[in-house]
């Protein structure tokens, strides 16, 4: 009796440790297979953001190209002085421009130095216009002169730096 006992007790022991290694190598497979569903997700939040980048992608290039039309041509900016005659001469001002060197700077941009001449309302609407302008620029420079001569008339003088492509 005790050989047979013996017997079911080795045989028990297999058992628990076939048991062991199974519940082991489950245990280790289940795992893997949680970490796959993660990268699974991981990779179908990707595709999803790829989805909708490019459903967006039409919006954005229209939007960088509105951006683009805001610098003017370094090389040729004749849209850009056209608009400062223009605007100058809507308002009745005598209108001077001249190129000033370009200081240091990180971006491509055109200075200029505008000399003007009229009423002081019709220069202040100059200068709303020219905020408003559809072009990226900075007023580095402003300084306005009352003339002696006529009431009301005023010169000013602009140093502007204008981005460019």
Do not use: Y
Not at 19 to 37: D, G, H, Y
Not at 83 to 93: H, P, R, V, Y
């Amino acid at each position: 009796m005790k050989k047979s006992k013996l017997i079911l007790v080795l045989v028990l022991i297999v058992l628990i440790i076939i048991l062991i290694i199974t519940v082991l190598r489950f245990n280790k497979f289940f795992s893997e297979i949680e970490e796959i569903k993660i990268e699974a997700m991981t990779l179908q939040e990707r595709s999803d953001n790829i989805s909708e980048f490019r459903e967006k992608e039409g919006e954005i290039k229209e939007k960088m190209k509105k951006i683009q039309e805001r610098f003017i041509d370094l090389k040729t900016p004749i849209e850009f002085i056209g608009f400062l005659e223009e605007k100058a001469e809507e308002n009745n001002l005598l209108f001077q421009i001249s190129p000033q060197p370009a200081g240091s700077n990180d971006w491509p941009s055109l200075r200029l130095q505008i000399t003007l001449k009229g009423n002081f309302l019709e220069f202040t609407n100059f200068l709303q216009e020219l905020e408003r302008a559809p072009f990226f620029l900075e007023i580095l420079n402003l300084t306005v002169f009352e003339e002696k001569e006529l009431i009301q008339e005023i010169e000013a003088s602009l140093l502007i730096k204008v981005f460019g492509k």
